[in-house]
């Protein structure tokens, strides 16, 4: 499939999805981390204010004793018991001497003081509550001698902490002692610190404001991601949904495929993909019309579909063709299923024969890559030729060597003709009668600047398939019009020349005038060109070879049948066709079981020519004692490896005295 068509379907497959759903998450994930900042941060400030203001009013018992000199407890008592609206301020306020030793107190509690700690707990005289005095840096009782006392953070952590691990301490009976050291002695100011909930109030609102707003902004997500799980759903579906049948299409072939192949990856099953496709399925549509076409495979999916088990895939690729990925035990199997498929679409129009090609390709264990495995299957199923009927044909690395070739020839062959790289050769035909030269027939050479010498073997078949014979035939009969009309300038006396041509011709109405107004164009006597037709040219439109040969023959041109008994009505065509020359296939000359019967059918051959005032020419002579038996059948010429093999024109020209 194209890369951006893949790309684009992709994206539409998953790209709203996702970042849909790391919205979320994010808007999640943002959430959790400000509401617990912003809860920390603004209970902290809460906690932290009330113990910053209850320790302010500790520090102005603390001023009381700024430049304070007498050293009794008593005088101490007085001076706090003389500022009544500082002792107001305060919840206690006790007295301990050097030796912790209780002196005074306004209340009659003590706290008793534990310095092996970094957190200091006083437990009160009643011992129930639990209060606290803190000094983070010197393990001491807090001094509030420097100042100010702020409650950071970290002290109100180990507080929380602390408290509310080893010790319960409810919010609201929080007390905060604070000594002052004053002459020795030690000066203990309590302040209750009671956190009550309703100092959360406002913060607590803002909480569920913020859940109140995710919520809204969560639910909006989840309903957007479930509507696009559904799109996505449909998107898929229309992707993989082939157009004609409405069942799997090619996308999803190859990916399932792919998928299966991997999953079967240590081979626990064997694999082939199968192209399978119905012969002529154009001509069905002309016939019947598109519609009728589509209908067919439509069935023909429907069919295959039912025959296709859980671990296989199949999809309509086009027109009436198919591909399948099966699971098979051995090969025999495999075509039995095949035949099988086959059977099924036979079984749509039941009045009807179809035929039908299959291409196999056995997967390898290791091999995933669907699209480009299947394509050996088709190449497969194209060597099959059009037509191999209701055969199977297997891939191997020759078929694509010679599919590399196909393209190759493809390639090069319009340059070909611009260079001249293809070249004529001829090869005499000689009259038995005094062995001379009576002939010649043009055969092409495709002398290629990479590949070398080319036999016409390894492009003719190419050309006849891509058409391009055309253009090939019409130029070798330039070409030999051009030498003949050289060799008459130069007062040299004729023989004919033949030319090859391809049934392809066949088509054309005016091919009789179009081969006339080439030879004209160099004013040669149509004597001297011969036009050799393969009897094959008659399964084609008969009516248009018939007339052709008439108009070429009334125009003076000799025509032969080439290769006459290799195809299957040789006869049947003589009867229909008024020709010149019969060329007698090679065949009947080759392998030393055949030859007696073959020689047999030469001779009743070459009897029934002369009876119907043909010319007899037999082909692929290599042996002396061949030529002595056709001379003896009084053959009229020979052609073969015997006398000459073909020859470029000059060397040609200068052999035979031209
Ligand atoms: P063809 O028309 O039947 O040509 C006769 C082939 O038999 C030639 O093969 C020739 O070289 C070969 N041959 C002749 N005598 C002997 C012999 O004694 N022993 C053996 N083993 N072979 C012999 P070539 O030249 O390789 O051509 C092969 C085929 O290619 C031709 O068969 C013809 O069908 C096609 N071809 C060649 N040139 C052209 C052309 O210009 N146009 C078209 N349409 N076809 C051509
Ligand atoms: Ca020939
Ligand atoms: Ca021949």
Not at 554 to 576: H, I, Q, R, W
Request: glycine share 6%.
């Amino acid at each position: 499939m194209n890369r951006s068509k893949e790309k684009r379907i992709n994206k539409l497959k998953k790209k709203r999805i996702w970042p849909s759903i790391l919205g979320l998450i994010v808007i999640l994930f943002i959430f959790v981390v400000v509401m617990t900042v912003a809860l920390f941060a603004s209970g902290m400030d809460i906690v932290q204010r009330k113990f910053t203001e209850s320790s302010r009013k500790s520090l102005k018992v603390a001023e009381l004793f700024e430049d304070y000199d007498s050293e009794t407890g008593e005088k101490i008592e007085q001076t706090v018991l003389s500022h009544i609206d500082v002792l107001e301020e305060i919840d206690a306020i006790s007295v301990i001497d050097a030796d912790r030793n209780p002196v005074w107190s306004s209340s009659g509690e003590y706290p008793v003081i534990d310095e092996t700690i970094n957190i200091v707990f006083l437990t009160g005289i009643t011992g129930e509550e639990i209060n606290v005095i803190l000094n983070e840096d010197t393990k001491q009782v807090f001094s509030v001698e420097a100042g100010e006392i702020i409650f950071n953070e970290n002290i109100l952590m180990k507080l929380f902490s602390v408290s509310n691990y080893d010790v319960t301490v409810p919010f609201e009976e929080l007390k905060l002692w604070l000594v002052i050291p004053v002459n020795g002695f030690e000066v203990l100011v309590l302040n209750n610190v009671p956190i009550y909930h309703q100092d959360f109030l406002m913060m607590g609102i803002c909480i569920l404001l913020c859940i109140l707003l995710i919520s809204v902004f969560i639910t909006y997500y989840l309903i957007s991601i479930i509507s696009m799980v559904f799109n996505v759903r449909k998107t898929k579906k229309i992707i993989y949904t082939d157009m004609v049948t409405g069942g799997d299409n090619w996308l999803l072939f190859t990916r399932k495929g792919a998928s299966l192949l991997k999953k079967n990856g240590k081979g626990k099953q064997n694999y082939a993909l199968v192209h399978l496709e119905m012969r002529k399925y154009r001509s069905f549509c002309t016939c019947f019309g598109v519609n009728k076409g589509q209908e067919l495979i439509e069935s023909f999916y429907a069919a295959l579909r039912k025959e296709i088990q859980k671990n296989e895939v199949m999809s309509h690729q086009e027109d009436a063709k198919f591909g399948l990925l099966l699971v098979y035990t051995e090969t025999e199997q495999l075509e039995a299923r095949i035949q099988q498929l086959k059977n099924a679409m036979n079984a749509v129009l039941p009045g009807m024969k179809m035929y039908f090609g299959a291409g196999v390709y056995l997967v390898r264990h290791g091999e995933y890559d669907v699209e480009q495995l299947y394509n050996n299957a088709m190449i497969a199923c194209e060597m099959l030729g059009e037509e191999a009927e209701n055969k199977i044909a297997y891939f191997d690395v020759e078929m694509n060597k010679q599919k590399l070739w196909e393209r190759k020839v493809e390639d090069d062959m319009d340059r070909a003709l611009a260079n001249r790289e293809f070249q004529v050769y001829l090869q005499p035909k000689i009259s038995t009668s005094e062995e001379v030269l009576g002939g010649a027939e043009a055969l092409v050479r495709w002398i290629h600047p990479t590949e070398g010498f080319i036999s016409p073997n390894r492009f003719i078949p190419i050309f006849e398939k891509n058409g391009f014979i055309l253009k090939l035939d019409d130029y070798m009969l330039e070409e030999i019009a051009k030498v003949q009309a050289g060799w008459l300038a130069q007062g040299r006396k004729l023989v004919p020349i033949s030319v090859n041509v391809s049934r392809a011709h066949f088509t054309r109405e005016d091919l009789a005038e179009h081969i006339c107004a080439i030879v004209d164009k160099y004013q040669v006597p149509h004597s001297a060109i011969e036009l050799e037709l393969t009897e094959s040219a008659f399964f084609d439109d008969k009516k248009v070879l018939l007339n052709t040969v008439q108009k070429l023959r009334t125009a003076g041109f000799p025509v032969s049948m080439d290769d006459f008994g290799a195809g299957y009505s040789s006869l049947n065509s003589l009867k229909e066709l008024q020709i010149d020359v019969l060329k007698i296939d090679a065949d009947f000359f080759r392998g030393a079981d055949v030859e007696e019967r073959g020689l047999l059918i030469v001779s009743e051959v070459i009897d029934l020519a002369k009876k119907l005032n043909m010319k007899i020419v037999a082909e692929g002579i290599e042996s002396r004692e061949q030529v002595e038996f056709l001379i003896e059948q009084e053959c009229d010429l020979i052609q073969g490896y015997f006398y000459s093999k073909p020859m470029p024109v000059e060397e040609f020209a200068q052999k035979y005295n031209m």
